[in-house]
Every structure is written in C-alpha cells, then in structure tokens.
C-alpha cells in the first residue's frame, strides 16, 4: 500500500512540475541596497543643480543691490563651471587615491564652504572667491557621483540608477527656483544672500549620509581588497550568480588572477593610475580613442545645443517674450523646473526598457524643433512693435518642450553612457575629461549668452544652437554603439570599429548566440 500511495504522488506531482516549467520568469526586483547607495551618492548633484537654479533668479537681485554690469553678471553667472575643471581634473586620482566614497564627501564639505562665503559676499571680488570655492566642489560631485552609481549597480538595473545624478541635478534647479520665488519679496540686500547661502545646508546632512554608504566594489578591487568587494557586490547584486561574475570581471580589467580567492591581495602598481593619462591621451588603442571620441563628444554636445542658457537665464528670455514682471518670470521659470524634473523621472524608467540609442536620438530631434521654434517666436516678437500674444505663448510652449525633451535623453544619458563605457582602469580619469569639456562648454555658454544674443539677437541665438543640435544628432547617429544589457566589462569589446561598430555588433552577437548553443 505505502509503495502504491508513493507511486500515485509521484504521478501526481509530475504534471505540477511540467505547469511550473512554462512559467514565465518573474522579472528580478529592484535591488533596494544598490537603489540606496545610488541615491545617496547621486543627492550630491543637487549642488550644482540648485546653483544654476538659483542663479537664474539671484543675478537680478544681486544686479540691482551691487550695481554690477551685464558683463560682470554673465561672467559671474558662468564662471562656476570653469572654476568646477579644478574640482574635476583632481576628482579621478583623488578617488583613486582616498576612494569614491571619501571624495563625495570632500566634495559636500568644500561645497558648503562656497556657499557661506557666497551668502556672505559685499563685493564683486568676494561673491567670485565663493563661486570658487562652490566651483571645485561642483567638480568633485559632478565626476564621482556618476562613476561611484555606475561601479555599484548590477547591469539589469545600471541604466535607471546611473541616470540619478541628473535626476538630482534637475531637482537642484526647481529648488533653486522655488527658492528664488519664495525670497523674493524679502529686501533685495538679504534676497539673493539667502538665495546662495541656503544651498550649503544639505550638504551636512548629506555628507553625513554618504558616510554610511559602502565603498565601490572596483575601487576596492583596485585596492587588492577582494574580500571586502565580495561582501560589497553580493549586497548590491541581483543574485549570487551575478556577484560571482560581476568579481571575475572586475578582477580580469585590473590584472588579478580569476583563481585568486584571498581577501587581501597585492596589486600591481599600474591599477593605482600609473600611466593613465598616457594610455589616455598620448598612445591610445582604436578602442579607448573611439571611448574618448564618444564620452567628450556627447559632454559637448549637452551644453553647446544650449541647455544651460534656457535654465540660467530663462528669466530673461520671458522678458525678452513680453513677460516684463518679475513675479510672473519667476513663476515661469518655476514651470520650467518642474517639466525638466518631471521628464527626467520619466526617461530613468526609459533607459534600461528602450535603449540609451533611440531615447537619445528622439531627445536631440525633438530639440531641434523646439529650438527652431524658439527662435522664430523669438524673432516675431523682436521686430514687432505691439504685443503678439500667440507668439509670447509659441516662446513659453517650446521652452517648455526644448527641456522636456532635453530631460527625456539627453540629459540623462550623457552621465549614464560617459559612465559605463570606459574601462575600469581609466574610468576615473576618463570621466574626468569627459566632464571637464562638459564645464567648459557650459561655463562659455553661460558666460557669453547675453554678449551673443546682444550680437545676432536671441533669436539668432536659439538658431545656432539648433544648428548645433543637428550637428550633433549626425555625431550620434554615426558613432554611438548601443550599451543597454552590457555589463561595464562587455561594453568596451563594441568599441574601436568607429563608423563600423554595427559590423562589430553583430558579430559579438553571433558569437553569444554560438557559445549558448
């Protein structure tokens, strides 16, 4: 009888297991450590997103209380992202040096520093010493957030987590144009002090945050710390599995043996950034060119398309639209933080679904338009001599539309994709150039705006940067592999082929297919 009974369970346990087989696979969850770590690390963007927020409203305010020119005020404006190179050009070997995580909170600190002696400015040359000090810490925050967020996020996941840093930045500006609006009414001598000043306190509470973050798997790698990478990457990690890999990945690019297991090993000195900037810049491989062609490329092409002058100077160009008062300025410039942000949420659900290719190239079209839109309404309203209400609402609509679509792609992925596609052992540095062009762009676009549209008009303005724009969505078409999927590791091998990376492409993927088979 007992025989018979185990017989009939087993019969009847068996078509349990052929239901379960057809199951489909439950898609991985959100990996909540890896979430945490990357919000954390990627909050610091908030800085330089509420400086160029707060900027955009500060400066009148600052103008009418100092009676500076509008050359000192672009200049002033601008500046910071020159002053950020500093911070930027020290962050890769800082962070190599004293760690990621370490770094970020160096940036946090120097940061509040500039913000208090900005708040407490009397003249031209001391509101310049606190953007300089503000500028290095912005430096610091702008290379490591990206890179800390992309070492430590597992690849199903590393797309949405590495867009964070934009997320943040673009919640910095709607702040920083919350606060413009809410210290308006006060005395114009204490308005823009409280403006700058009140930037520097999320800082502490933020520092204190990152503190009890977990260092980044690969710089401990680098740091022959295996045991403390392992503990790292099984936490943020969709799987064992995953993890396991994820190590012998990181321990090939820095010349470790994958049959070395212990703890604490001995690094060569080559992992510690030695030769770097050589391999970099003066003998690179097709693969690291093709890399630092992509990486600066898609830096420079963010800010010289014209984003930073729509978001530091959006006050402006409502004026220039016939919108004449400040409080309706600011609450334009407050809609215009508010659909940057909201778009910038929704392209971090984007990446990791579509693609970073077609998010991107739908972005800089979409730009285009908007941009040649501007300047013709722009234009009409130029050389009119009464009010064109539909045209002052065409301004307003395609700003609108400018950084919705702005947010939607190329915001984003311009961190996510100069982040992930350089190898370990130059990813420091390498994103350090990458954003080094990217603030030196935006500082020259923010410091010549006004001179420039003064020159050819600000319609003739938003028409260059169309041009540049179109420029760029050519540059992009032709050069920019997709990364979607790829671990960090994987991503270079597409690389090198140039113009002929979808040949390269296709023939990893047959030989994927191949080794599966």
Same mark, same amino acid.
């Given at each position: 009888?007992?025989?018979?009974?185990?017989?009939?369970?087993?019969?009847?346990?068996?078509?349990?297991?052929?239901?379960?087989?057809?199951?489909?696979?439950?898609?991985?969850?959100?990996?909540?450590?890896?979430?945490?770590?990357?919000?954390?690390?990627?909050?610091?963007?908030?800085?330089?997103?509420?400086?160029?927020?707060?900027?955009?409203?500060?400066?009148?305010?600052?103008?009418?209380?100092?009676?500076?020119?509008?050359?000192?005020?672009?200049?002033?404006?601008?500046?910071?992202?020159?002053?950020?190179?500093?911070?930027?050009?020290?962050?890769?070997?800082?962070?190599?040096?004293?760690?990621?995580?370490?770094?970020?909170?160096?940036?946090?600190?120097?940061?509040?520093?500039?913000?208090?002696?900005?708040?407490?400015?009397?003249?031209?040359?001391?509101?310049?010493?606190?953007?300089?000090?503000?500028?290095?810490?912005?430096?610091?925050?702008?290379?490591?957030?990206?890179?800390?967020?992309?070492?430590?996020?597992?690849?199903?996941?590393?797309?949405?987590?590495?867009?964070?840093?934009?997320?943040?930045?673009?919640?910095?500006?709607?702040?920083?144009?919350?606060?413009?609006?809410?210290?308006?009414?006060? &005395?114009?001598?204490?308005? #823009?002090?409280? $403006?700058? +000043?009140?930037? @520097?306190?999320?800082? !502490?509470? =933020?520092?204190?945050?990152?503190?009890?973050? &977990?260092?980044?798997?690969? #710089?401990?790698? $680098?740091? +022959?710390?295996? @045991?403390?990478?392992? !503990?790292? =990457?099984?936490?943020?990690?969709?799987?064992?599995?995953?993890?396991?890999?994820?190590?012998?990945?990181?321990?090939?690019?820095?010349?470790?043996?994958?049959?070395?297991?212990?703890?604490?090993?001995?690094?060569?000195?080559?992992?510690?950034?030695?030769?770097?900037?050589?391999?970099?810049?003066?003998?690179?491989?097709?693969?690291?060119?093709?890399?630092?062609?992509?990486?600066?490329?898609?830096?420079?092409?963010?800010?010289?398309?014209?984003?930073?002058?729509?978001?530091?100077?959006?006050?402006?160009?409502?004026?220039?639209?016939?919108?004449?008062?400040?409080?309706?300025?600011?609450?334009?410039?407050?809609?215009?933080?508010?659909?940057?942000?909201?778009?910038?949420?929704?392209?971090?659900?984007?990446?990791?679904?579509?693609?970073?290719?077609?998010?991107?190239?739908?972005?800089?079209?979409?730009?285009?338009?908007?941009?040649?839109?501007?300047?013709?309404?722009?234009?009409?309203?130029?050389?009119?001599?009464?009010?064109?209400?539909?045209?002052?609402?065409?301004?307003?609509?395609?700003?609108?539309?400018?950084?919705?679509?702005?947010?939607?792609?190329?915001?984003?992925?311009?961190?996510?994709?100069?982040?992930?596609?350089?190898?370990?052992?130059?990813?420091?540095?390498?994103?350090?150039?990458?954003?080094?062009?990217?603030?030196?762009?935006?500082?020259?676009?923010?410091?010549?705006?006004?001179?420039?549209?003064?020159?050819?008009?600000?319609?003739?303005?938003?028409?260059?940067?169309?041009?540049?724009?179109?420029?760029?969505?050519?540059?992009?078409?032709?050069?920019?592999?997709?990364?979607?999927?790829?671990?960090?590791?994987?991503?270079?091998?597409?690389?090198?082929?140039?113009?002929?990376?979808?040949?390269?492409?296709?023939?990893?993927?047959?030989?994927?297919?191949?080794?599966?088979?």
């Amino acid at each position: 009888m007992a025989d018979r009974k185990s017989e009939q369970n087993d019969v009847l346990s068996k078509p349990k297991e052929v239901i379960t087989s057809f199951d489909p696979p439950k898609p991985a969850k959100m990996n909540k450590y890896a979430f945490a770590c990357a919000m954390l690390a990627s909050m610091t963007s908030v800085l330089l997103g509420y400086d160029i927020g707060v900027m955009s409203g500060a400066q009148k305010y600052i103008q009418k209380d100092l009676h500076f020119s509008d050359g000192q005020i672009e200049i002033l404006v601008g500046i910071l992202n020159l002053y950020s190179l500093v911070g930027s050009a020290m962050a890769g070997r800082t962070s190599d040096w004293i760690g990621r995580r370490y770094t970020i909170v160096l940036a946090l600190a120097i940061f509040f520093v500039g913000a208090i002696l900005m708040g407490f400015a009397t003249n031209y040359a001391f509101l310049m010493i606190g953007r300089f000090v503000a500028g290095i810490g912005v430096g610091y925050a702008l290379m490591i957030a990206p890179v800390y967020t992309a070492e430590v996020s597992p690849a199903s996941a590393r797309g949405f987590l590495t867009s964070f840093p934009e997320v943040f930045i673009n919640a910095g500006i709607l702040l920083g144009y919350v606060s413009n609006y809410a210290f308006s009414k006060l &005395p114009k001598h204490l308005s #823009w002090r409280f $403006m700058l +000043g009140v930037g @520097g306190v999320p800082s !502490i509470f =933020l520092a204190l945050g990152v503190l009890g973050m &977990p260092e980044s798997p690969r #710089w401990l790698v $680098m740091q +022959g710390r295996l @045991g403390d990478a392992k !503990i790292v =990457l099984d936490k943020t990690s969709d799987s064992l599995e995953e993890s396991k890999l994820r190590l012998i990945d990181i321990k090939e690019a820095a010349g470790i043996p994958e049959d070395c297991n212990e703890d604490i090993v001995k690094v060569s000195k080559q992992s510690h950034g030695e030769g770097i900037w050589k391999e970099l810049l003066v003998h690179p491989t097709p693969t690291v060119r093709h890399i630092l062609m992509a990486a600066i490329g898609i830096h420079f092409f963010q800010q010289s398309s014209g984003i930073d002058a729509v978001v530091l100077y959006s006050p402006r160009i409502f004026e220039k639209a016939g919108i004449h008062r400040d409080t309706p300025q600011l609450l334009a410039t407050i809609a215009v933080g508010f659909v940057k942000t909201l778009f910038i949420l929704v392209a971090t659900f984007l990446l990791d679904k579509i693609g970073r290719r077609p998010l991107l190239l739908t972005s800089v079209a979409g730009m285009i338009v908007s941009l040649m839109s501007l300047g013709v309404a722009l234009t009409i309203i130029d050389h009119s001599d009464h009010k064109i209400t539909w045209a002052i609402a065409l301004c307003i609509a395609t700003v609108l539309s400018y950084v919705a679509f702005f947010s939607i792609g190329m915001g984003p992925i311009t961190w996510v994709y100069s982040s992930e596609i350089f190898p370990l052992r130059l990813r420091a540095q390498g994103c350090s150039l990458a954003v080094a062009m990217n603030r030196v762009v935006s500082g020259t676009i923010g410091m010549t705006f006004l001179s420039l549209y003064k020159a050819i008009s600000i319609g003739g303005a938003f028409f260059l940067f169309a041009g540049v724009a179109v420029v760029g969505f050519v540059f992009f078409y032709t050069l920019f592999p997709e990364t979607q999927g790829k671990n960090l590791e994987e991503v270079e091998q597409v690389f090198g082929t140039f113009f002929r990376w979808r040949s390269r492409q296709a023939e990893l993927n047959m030989k994927k297919e191949a080794a599966q088979k």
